[in-house]
């Protein structure tokens, strides 16, 4: 079965300075590859997703994240954060073997002004 | 508008209580399912479905139960409620077909368990 490791538990950053956030996964096939957010009191919603074709994927909000094949990565980054940007972040993999979905621990992006 | 719905957002209860949450999808999706989220937690699938009259278990042990009698309506029922009950529920559908297809998640069902 897959696995997800989001490698930071809190990542605070200061208003309009650049954050990666990281994630690592593990599979056996090949993966489909997600980002999530959440705000305080919603349920998840789709940053941005790999499938196929570029490893760079552009997701909402100014959000891009890196498929790196060899090192089983799929980092998000932005180059420039707001207060708004303040919330929990899930990356998430699925997989051709016929597993469900599986979602790391989360990190918690705190922008600070 | 196409969206999914959770009832209630907030729920304390005492324990041995019966508990019914509600989730609703009108964006047409086949597959529905249930996860609990804990803080500092990977999200954990405890129910899922397929389709009408389809409930399957997830990878998280749950004593909870589902039903699926119509395919906008995936409720989850606790019969005896406990405080190690208490959790986030999240409800979610995807399109059916490949593991490509993302995940759309309701608010969430806060429940405290006293």
């Known amino acids: 079965a897959q696995s997800v490791t989001q490698l930071d538990s809190q990542v605070p950053v200061f208003e309009e300075a650049p954050v990666e956030l990281r994630c690592n996964y593990s599979?056996?096939?090949?993966?489909?590859l997600f980002w999530y957010v959440q705000y305080p009191n919603q349920g998840l919603q789709l940053l941005l997703k790999?499938?196929?074709?570029?490893?760079l994927v552009k997701g909402i909000n100014g959000f891009e994240a890196e498929f790196n094949k060899s090192q089983t990565s799929f980092h998000l980054r932005k180059p420039s954060v707001h207060i708004s940007d303040t919330a929990e972040y899930f990356c998430a993999v699925s997989d051709l073997g016929g597993n469900d979905m599986r979602f790391g621990a989360g990190t918690r992006l705190t922008v600070k002004p | 508008e196409a969206d999914i719905y959770q009832t209630p957002r907030y729920l304390v209860i005492g324990t041995g209580k019966k508990i019914t949450l509600e989730c609703s999808q009108t964006?047409?999706?086949?597959?529905m399912y249930w996860y609990q989220q804990d803080p500092g937690m990977e999200l954990h699938l405890i129910h899922y479905s397929y389709g009408v009259n389809s409930t399957e278990k997830g990878d998280l042990s749950s004593e909870s139960t589902v039903s699926r009698i119509r395919t906008e309506h995936f409720p989850l029922t606790l019969e005896s409620a406990r405080p190690s009950h208490t959790s986030q529920y999240l409800c979610?559908?995807?399109?059916?077909?490949?593991?490509?297809?993302?995940?759309?998640f309701g608010p969430g069902t806060r429940l405290t368990v006293l």
């Open positions: 979610a559908s995807s399109l059916a077909g490949g593991p490509e297809n993302e995940q759309f």
């Open positions: 964006m047409g999706h086949d597959k």
């Open positions: 599979s056996s096939v090949s993966v489909y």
């Open positions: 790999y499938l196929s074709g570029s490893t």
